[in-house]
């Protein structure tokens, strides 16, 4: 659900507060060493036959808020996921706790990093399952036959946030627990979506509210819906505008709701979209905190389940960074390209702006040919020519040999207008994509839009 730093209020949180150092022998279980308050467990695994997944003892500074992330993989055969929970020590301080898909290799696995930087939580990667952030609460409750897909060696990373408001240090560790089942005795595969807005304002004093569209990249069952603001949320309504109705809403947006929000449920067949029908999720605040909030001190975030979804589905700003929509019939699913990005082309503007990727098959670029997948970056800062960016492509066809542009927004012109004068450009050449093992390509922005 959250892929960006929530803050709290900063009355809440003492400025300066510097990061713990990482533990030397990262243990997944009670008793490690701890510098502070040793709140940590040990968890009994909840299911018979189950996985269950750790994360290493973390420290949480006194009076801060943190985020560690805790990168791993699954193990080497596919499976189907039916059923998550999440367990978690000094769970009154926790944010969320979240498994999230990785499709680099940025960190190897058993990395522990301090990822509460912006520049971290940006990295599109999204939730591998929707679980609850409360105490032993299981957020879904598939039907018989339901699963997320899990892929073998799908890397994931742990993302753990947590808000210590207390005086003490205080060390702190994670368990999820897995009912896991073959992949041949799953009947329909499931998947977690996120819409949500970055780009956004809210002035202090009165209601203010925000609006963004989503258009559903294919035919999908909607099995679960909720929504997501921070404290200052006030109402939050979800709209389907090809029925004209109102499928979700929050009236009175409660403070608690940031950690645990209402959640619709439906059976299989009782709520259906179609490729192209819109969700129009609205967000009003009443920011009482004195100063003009945005993206992440307070969010608007549409999320719950689809079927049939073999990965997670991504929506940022009315625009599809994953969208799962890509498999080849009988394929094992869409590869994720890692591009690194460099400029070579001097700046007309400040070299910074919002990425846009696009791969189309063959050597065509343009039109009428659709791109096959596509992806945004935003706030990338190519004005050096030894600055670089590391992008994620996803929902790249299997087996096709595709062409890879990419431009920067270097005059805030967005996306819908395409490349405009004076932004950078580049594009490679023929790229033929394979599953495995995890591709990188090198895209040099060389020229400027003339």
Known sequence: MCRSLLL????????GCSAPSVPEQASPYAGADCEG???????????E????????????????????????RFEDSDFGVHDVIMRSSAEGLMHHAVLKRVDDDQYPDGTLIDCTAAEEQSIARPPLFEIGQTEGLSWFNLPDGFA??????QRYAADIHYINLTDDDICINVAWDLETLPSDEVETFVGAFNLDIAEFEVPT???????FDC?????????????????FGSHYSIDWLAMDERVYEVDDWLPE????????????????????????????WDNTSGNVLGYPQEMCTTYGIAYPLEEPLLCSNGEWVSTGATFPEGGSGPATVAITLKSSA?????????????????????????????SQTFNVNLASPESTAVIQLEGVPVESDITIIGYLDDDDSGWKNGPSPGDLFGQTDGISVVKSPPMSVELVLDSTIP
């Not at 949480?60 to 943190?66: D, F, K, L, N, T």
């Not at 004093?205 to 609006?211: A, C, D, K, V």
């Not at 950690?259 to 819109?278: C, K, N, Q, R, T």
């Not at 990425?355 to 040919?369: C, I, M, Q, R």
């Open 8 to 15: 709290v209020s900063l009355s809440l949180i003492m400025a």
């Open 37 to 47: 308050l040793d709140l940590t467990e040990s968890y009994e695994p909840m299911f």
């Open 49 to 72: 036959g189950g996985l269950q997944l750790h994360s290493p003892v973390l420290q949480i500074p006194a009076r801060s808020e943190i985020l560690w992330c805790y990168f791993d």
């Open 148 to 153: 997320y897909k899990v892929e073998a060696n």
């Open 205 to 211: 004093g009165g209601l203010h509210t925000e609006s």
């Open 215 to 231: 258009a559903w990249p294919k035919d999908l069952g909607i099995l679960s819906l909720s929504g997501h603001m921070h404290f």
């Open 257 to 284: 709701y940031r950690f645990s929000s209402p959640i619709v449920e439906y059976a299989p067949g009782e709520f259906d979209v179609a490729e192209g029908d819109v969700f129009r999720s609205s967000c009003t």
């Open 346 to 374: 001097v700046p007309t503007g400040d070299g910074q702006g919002d990425v846009y990727v696009l791969a189309f098959e063959g050597p065509n670029t343009g039109p009428p040919n659709e791109p096959v997948a596509q």
